[in-house]
């Protein structure tokens, strides 16, 4: 697999099939792969060229990626991710797009009418709502989200890093288990063990083997 043109790409997997989508900055294809090893580039039509990818998101058979704000691109079917549609949102923005979670689609948007930063949540992708103000210090974009089973078989969801709504950095890192109460656990001042507080924006999480991986650039800052 060689994207040397690629400006920014993500990879999902879907029912073990690799999707890798590429951005070149003047246009956008995906590459998709049985083993990781033969990659077959496809087409995309409907699809925004020139953005940024972190943001796509699989639920219910279908991938979302939000663009300016008020449009959110849709795959027009569970069995074609080549072919995109959008709906454009009238009183929020897409700031986000979280996790696929309890059987709905979260994300972090923003109010046009007073600017402030909630959760909102679809069953369909269609159909949004807002589920209260977004807690202090809770990144807006370019985090690293996961949803995952807990050893005790609990759903849970957890977010780290990204910018806050203020432009700056952050050492916090999330934790829920309903996609609305959240517990933020970042390791207190004192505490000598705080790796994640390297890492820059725009890292990926994924679980595996009962254990959490986080892939991303090392800043070299501590806070």
Request: with cysteine; proline share 2%; net charge negative.
């Amino acid at each position: 697999l060689k994207t040397d043109e690629a400006k920014d790409q993500k990879t999902v997997v879907i029912d073990d099939t690799l999707y890798h989508f590429v951005n070149t900055g003047t246009d956008a294809y995906v590459l998709k792969s049985a083993d990781g090893k033969l990659w077959k580039k496809h087409t995309l039509t409907g699809f925004p060229v020139n953005n940024d990818l972190n943001d796509i998101k699989y639920f219910n058979g279908k991938l979302y990626l939000s663009k300016d704000g008020d449009k959110l691109y849709t795959s027009t079917s569970a069995s074609n991710y080549c072919s995109w549609s959008v709906n454009q949102i009238a009183d929020y923005d897409f700031s986000s797009l979280l996790f696929s979670h309890n059987n709905m689609i979260w994300a972090v948007v923003q109010s046009k009418s007073d600017q402030l930063y909630r959760f909102a949540n679809s069953t369909d992708g269609a159909t949004w709502v807002i589920r209260g103000e977004i807690p202090a210090g809770f990144p807006v974009c370019d985090f690293a989200a996961i949803a995952f089973e807990s050893r005790n078989n609990r759903p849970k969801v957890l977010v780290a890093g990204g910018y806050g709504s203020d432009g700056t950095l952050s050492t916090h890192r999330w934790s829920s288990e309903d996609g609305a109460y959240w517990v933020d656990f970042r390791p207190a001042e004192a505490f000598t063990n705080r790796t994640l507080d390297t890492l820059d924006a725009g890292a990926s999480m994924i679980h595996y083997d009962n254990k959490l991986f986080v892939i991303g650039k090392y800043t070299g800052n501590e806070a």
